[in-house]
């Protein structure tokens, strides 16, 4: 499964993109927008540069011409840029339309197997079920990742299914034994998943015994010392 980076915080970014696990990135209107001052296609590329990878950014029209405007914008900005498009029945529209002309989407806020159903139809890259949300409303968005991957292995689509709106590391897990292409996920839950208490506690183990047996070899007397 591939791992994107769902955030546009280019220290963040950086420093996971270091680690070397990091394969793309999500950005949307709202997470933009939490970098404030930043202008949006100056950190679009800011983003390029650090992660040689899919990087979404989105468009924040409501009608299928203004969305493919945007779209070509922003796809002309660089060879990686991914352009993501809500599923709405304009978005499926603009999503057709620039699948012909080779440009790359997301279909995103997506929550349903039909709306994935027709985004891959209409030519999408990736379709990003928001898994989080749809889980808070009593709905199983493992279940819908289920689903989609299914119906996607039942008609040869190439469109890849990408986890989106990730609450904790289990979303991850869950996503991944789904069988989702790739999930995006925030700094926080990525931190959380390469961490465990029972790892810190086996270290402190090892490391306390190792000092222990150095203390005793560096406390034995040393018989050849006659003086
Ligand atoms: O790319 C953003 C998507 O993952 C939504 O996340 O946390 O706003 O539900 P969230």
């Known amino acids: ?41 100056e950190l679009i590329k800011e983003i390029c540069e650090i992660v040689d990878g ?12 203004g969305m493919i405007r945007e779209a070509r914008e922003l796809a002309q900005m660089h060879r990686n840029i991914i352009v993501k ?10 999503t057709k339309a620039l699948s012909k002309e080779g440009i ?13 159903l027709l985004a891959a139809k209409a030519g ?3 379709v990003s079920p928001f898994i989080g949300r749809l ?11 289920r689903e989609i991957v299914t119906v996607f292995k039942n008609y040869n689509f190439s469109t890849k299914v990408l986890a989106a709106s990730m609450r904790n590391e289990i ?30 506690l086996g270290l402190k183990d090892f490391l306390s015994q190792w000092e222990e047996s150095q203390n005793k070899l560096n406390n034995q007397p040393n018989y050849g010392d006659q003086s």
């Open 171 to 200: 979303y991850v897990k869950d996503a991944a034994l789904a069988g989702a292409h790739v999930a995006t996920i925030p700094p926080d839950v990525l931190e959380q998943m390469m961490k465990s208490e029972l790892t810190d």
């Open 104 to 116: 790359k989407t997301n279909v995103t806020i997506l929550y349903t197997t039909n709306q994935a």
């Open 124 to 126: 999408a890259t990736y």
């Open 1 to 41: 499964m591939e791992i994107f980076l769902d955030t546009a915080n280019l220290e963040e970014i950086r420093k996971y993109a270091k680690i070397g696990i990091i394969d793309g990135v999500t950005t949307n209107p709202a997470l933009i927008a939490k970098e404030e001052g930043k202008d949006f296609k």
């Open 135 to 145: 889980d808070a409303t009593s709905t199983s968005g493992s279940d819908l990742i």
């Open 85 to 94: 498009i809500p599923a709405i029945p304009a978005g499926f529209e603009a």
């Open 54 to 65: 899919p990087i979404s950014a989105e468009v924040i029209s409501m009608d299928a011409d």
